[in-house]
Structure formats: structure tokens, C-alpha cells
């Protein structure tokens, strides 16, 4: 079982980046999905996540408005369109999957790194001033 991040990269203040999540091993279109971002020094941060179903999804105060979290079940891939970037944004970004087949938690429930059991190795987000 694998997820696989991608889609990092370096970019101005204002811009946009779209990163995706690619699990492999098995299908995750049971399973919520969430991101998840750490900044050097910092602890790790919740930043969205999206039910198994896709209907219904949750974001940090932080990124609410900018971020948008979808999933696209088919191709077994979650992703995290960011527009409107600012330099606080900077992170390393992982994704994660709850091993609970159709389980829908609360939004509090998924801002919770221990809540999921499966992590992709990162990808880093560098916004510029």
C-alpha cells in the first residue's frame, strides 16, 4: 500500500499549485482521504480532508476560501487545488488515508493526524513573497 504525493513546487505569493495523491496497492474509494502540512520547526497541520464519498469535505480556518479538496475515486486519486498561495503556506505536504471503509467522521474527527493509518512520503510547497 502506497500514496504517492506530488504537484510540489516552487511559486510566487498569489499563485497556484495543484498537488495529487495517488494510491497504489489498493483502492482507496472507501476510505476518507485528508492533507496535511509540516513547516520546518512546526508541528504537523491539518489542511483539508474529503469523505469517502467526496460529499462532503473539511479545512482548516487557514485555508478555507483558497484550498479546495477533491478526489476523483476511478483513478484512486485525491487532490489539493491551492490558489491564492501565501508564504505561510510553506510546507512539506503529505496526504493521508483512514483505513475505515465507509466511515464518515466528524470534521474534527479528520483534522486529527492520528485518525488516519496510511501516509505518503510528502511533497514540499515553497511560496515566495
Known amino acids: 500500500v502506497q500514496l504517492q504525493a506530488s504537484g510540489g513546487g516552487l511559486v510566487q505569493a498569489g499563485g497556484s499549485l495543484r498537488l495529487s495523491c495517488a494510491a497504489s496497492?489498493?483502492?482507496?474509494?472507501?476510505?476518507?482521504m485528508g492533507w496535511f502540512r509540516q513547516a520546518p520547526g512546526k508541528e504537523r497541520e491539518f489542511v483539508a480532508a474529503?469523505?469517502?464519498?467526496?460529499?462532503?469535505?473539511y479545512y482548516a480556518d487557514s485555508v478555507k476560501g483558497r484550498f479546495t479538496i477533491s478526489r476523483d475515486n476511478a483513478k484512486n486519486t485525491v487532490y489539493l487545488q491551492m490558489n491564492s498561495l501565501k508564504p505561510e503556506d510553506t510546507a512539506v505536504y503529505y496526504c493521508?488515508?483512514?483505513?475505515?471503509?465507509?466511515?464518515?467522521?466528524?470534521?474534527?474527527?479528520?483534522?486529527?493526524?492520528?485518525?488516519?493509518?496510511?501516509w505518503g512520503q510528502g511533497t514540499q510547497v515553497t511560496v515566495s513573497s
Open positions: 496497492g489498493r483502492t482507496f474509494s472507501s476510505n476518507a
Open positions: 493521508a488515508a483512514d483505513k475505515r471503509l465507509y466511515y464518515s467522521g466528524s470534521g474534527s474527527y479528520y483534522s486529527y493526524w492520528t485518525s488516519y493509518d496510511y
Open positions: 474529503i469523505s469517502w464519498s467526496g460529499g462532503k469535505t
